[in-house]
């Protein structure tokens, strides 16, 4: 099994300020095979980015996800009211596909 | 545009049979590359996978869970569903089905599963 640990679990910014989220594998996942999602209560998540780096449709620029082997960083350039939110990685490089624990984006 | 739409029984008894249906419309089941999945989201905690299946039938489940859960798809119906056996209070959860090309892009809302006597 593949384990999927994002750090940190909650991160405390403001409004207009660059979130960086990280999501670490515990063995090499094919970038290919690495997506973010953002859920926000009482809703199901969303897609952000699959293949680590790309945006899913409608997704605003300001998201990027960067990363490869065992290290992907999910950024936020700058933080919109809406983006306050819990952010998950996972991954379908194994039979066994998996998620991160998540991150949770909270307004300072 | 395809939409997922989850219903089944809301409150399970202990030791029974969970069962979810998740309907599929503005698209057929059959088209693409696609994985029919189900995940689910205990109460305050993070997302599990629970297995997929395609639309030949084939399938895949998560090896905590593989010996109670069967996920079969109806493509007359254009549906699939979720069953899981001897359910215990660990099982209560919103239930999501999704669909997976390369990540899970359409989402059902969820349906919320209790398990209780």
């Known amino acids: 099994e593949i384990v999927l640990t994002q750090s940190p679990g909650t991160l405390s910014l403001s409004p207009g300020e660059r979130a960086t989220l990280s999501c670490r594998a515990s063995?090499?996942?094919?970038?290919?095979?690495l997506a973010w999602y953002q859920q926000k209560p009482g809703q199901a998540p969303r897609l952000l980015m699959y293949?680590?780096?790309s945006r899913a449709t409608g997704i605003p620029d300001r998201f990027s996800g960067s990363g490869s082997g065992t290290d992907f960083t999910l950024t936020i350039s700058r933080l919109e009211p809406e983006d306050f939110a819990v952010y998950y990685c996972q991954q379908f490089g194994s039979t066994l596909w998996t998620f991160g624990q998540g991150t949770k984006v909270e307004i300072k | 545009q395809l939409q997922l739409k989850e219903s089944g029984s809301g409150l399970v008894k202990p030791s029974q049979t969970l069962s979810l249906t998740c309907a599929v419309s503005?698209?057929?089941?059959?088209?693409?590359?696609?994985?029919w999945t189900w995940i689910r989201q205990p109460p305050g905690k993070g997302l599990e996978w629970i297995g997929h299946?395609?639309?030949?039938?084939?399938?895949s489940y998560n090896p905590s869970l593989k010996r109670r859960v069967t996920i079969s798809v109806d493509k007359s119906k254009n549906q699939f569903s979720l069953k899981l056996s001897s359910v215990t209070a660990a099982d209560t959860a919103v239930y999501f089905c999704?669909?997976?090309?390369?990540?899970?892009?359409?989402w059902g809302q969820g349906t919320t599963v209790t398990v209780s006597s």
């Open positions: 293949g680590a780096s």
């Open positions: 063995q090499s996942v094919s970038s290919s095979f």
């Open positions: 299946v395609y639309p030949s039938g084939s399938f």
């Open positions: 999704a669909r997976a090309p390369d990540a899970f892009d359409v």
């Open positions: 503005g698209g057929s089941i059959s088209s693409g590359p696609y994985s």
